[in-house]
């Protein structure tokens, strides 16, 4: 054999590979990482996604709740991780789109370090305010702020997060002075809303704060994203209401580690893309405050791209930093 047929044959060889792996696939358990406790949005997805998934495929599927840092600590992981699709990362808009301008250095790369599978569900997030704040629409609060700069202040989850960048939004979407109260987490920010003492308005995810809405512990005047949601049809957006292009939200995707093999890719995209399409799931989901919307890798991609523009924008312009 001629040392020239060589590298024809093992290319030939490997293009022939790739499909069997993709039919074998998966050989063992799935790893699923959330960089998240186990409670919130991420892992609800997670556990959805990944208990149909051992029923449809035979093979369990472990989550595996990392927090910490910001969610690097479970983004590194899953860079580090062997590309053989057995590793899925049930990541968010800060690990993906905020972290890469909010940090000045990131122990992964977005681009290099991952491969798109599908987006998993989109959060629109609420602002509401205590019933005893005289505000009874966006109008009327953005007339508030403006008669007293700085008087107003609103509650976030914590700074760098969606909620905390969209207020950041607002602020300059709006024109307004208004004063960020980040707390640790949604528990103390939903907590503060309801004592009404503290902060005047929040921007909130809808999960937690829905069942609140609902009960007229809060008032909702408008969601963040370009389109009302089906759980709060009564609620119209920022964009109705005259902001012009406001359009946030907490989003979730899959991705795994890079130069893990298309037909992996494809596999796990048709298999994750059939569980949430199906009425079982995207009933379940819905029910939490989500909009189920999967999609090709392709389109992930593109989507990553256009919210990291969008926060790095958000980023700079309101001098937002952690590190």
Known sequence: MTTTLIPIMLAAAAALAQPAWAQEFPARPIRMLVAFAPGGNTD???????????????????????????????AEIVARAAPDGHTVFVASTGELSINPSLFKKLPYDVQRDYAPVTLGTVSPLLIVVHPSFPAKNLKELLDAARAKPGA???ASVGVGTPQHLSGELFKMATGTQVVHVPYKGGAPATTALLGGQEVQFGFVGMGPIIPHVKAGRVRALAISTAKRSAAVPE????????????????WFAFVVPAKTPKGVVDKLNAEIGRILRGTDARDYLIGT???????SPGELARFIRSETDKYRKIIQASGTRID
């Open 152 to 154: 107003l202040s609103y």
């Open 44 to 74: 609800i997805l997670a556990r959805a996604v990944g208990a149909r998934m051992t029923e449809s495929w035979g093979k369990p599927v472990v989550v595996d709740n990392r927090p910490g840092g910001s969610g690097m600590l479970a």
């Open 289 to 295: 405050g989500v909009e189920v919307t999967p999609g």
């Open 235 to 250: 609620v119209p957006t920022l964009q109705e209401q005259g902001v012009a292009d406001f359009d946030t939200s907490i």
